[in-house]
């Protein structure tokens, strides 16, 4: 039973002859299609003025067209299409042009729900294209057959590519948010910053401690401050996960300070019974830069221009 | 064919060399278990031979990766040097080296960790 199933790579850009047998369209199938595509093609614009009218009547669908123009474009895009889906010919560049439209509704971000509505209409205005051209009923059912099975494969080519595009768009979101979240900024020479805002999970503080050692690295600073005052949730795990980054610092040469640490902060790492020996910790990020001045040997000095008279 | 070999052999091992009063140890990129074997016996020999030696720094400046095994391999390594009353220091470590020591709680029985070999003789 196993071994009826088609072989389908993994890669993301399936091949024609590949689809073709996995959703069992065969090319007597795409020549059924074809024959019919010379009567139905001169129709075309009657079935899409059918098209357009539903689409009028729903105003959440009207609302992906900015302009009259736009409008008039995608209609000429889609007459294109239809004209293809007729002449049945599923080559790597019939594919490639399916996909393109997916990549396209993840761009403007058309939800799925509206697309498969208007594949529905496509159907229905299809089937009944059929029914009107071919006059024997069992050829008409049977052609309706095909066309269905064609449109389910153009339904899953468009499916898939929108929803990789939206994967790869989430992707580079999340990287840019993640980017945004380990800011380690030199302050001065030798010296270190990293402010932690918000939640503290295993891959975040992965994720941390890969730019913390780089940073160490390329600047090679003899100081860094973790400062977790905008740290919500400290418990056994998130503890763990901080101590870790400063012994990890504390490998490459980098004397690491863990400052804001509240008293709430301090007395669960207590009743926890969390070990940190052999880590360095101030209640605010001031006395940590301090401190961290003062093991370079700098001294900070109150000028002139910011005394108040 | 077999020179190659030799040369290829002779780039992978540890080299020793001592400053002040220390013996600095530079380990190869994916150091094994007969790297360690030989670094073991060459500096325990050195130790037991030159008894002004204070200290042992580790230099792992070309080491770009390495597991859990090797490690702890090298920490009995050094464990040794402990033993026979020197001081560890560790210098050069790379990050993703780093993020390996850690994972796999390893605390090579240090003294010290510098940025590099300058670093370390610094601080000693």
Redesign the interface.
Known sequence: MLSSIPRISKSKGHGAAELLSLYRISSDQLSIIREFSDEALPKIDVSLDHFYDWMAEHPDLMSFFHSQDALTHVREMQRLYWKRFMLADVTEDYLLDRRRIGIVHARIGLPVMFYMAGVSMVYNELIAMGKELVSNHAKASELGNCMADLLHLDAALICQAFVDKRDELLNEQSQAVMAMSTPVTEIWEGILLLPIVGLVDSKRSEEIMNAVLSSIKNTKAKEFILDISGVGVVDTAVANYLINISKATALMGCRATISGISPAISKTIIQLGIDITGVNTTSTMMDALSRAFENRGLALKSGKKGRKS | MELKRADREDSRQSSLSSVRDHLIVNLPDNFDDHDLGALEEQVLSRLSLNKRIRGVIIDFANVQSTDADDLSRLQNCLLAVRLLGRSVA??G???GV??V??RTGQDLHRDL????IN?VLQKV
Request: with cysteine; charged share 15%; aromatic share 0%.
């Open positions: 560790l210098c470590i790379n990050p780093a993020a020591i850690i960790v510098g940025q590099d670093d």
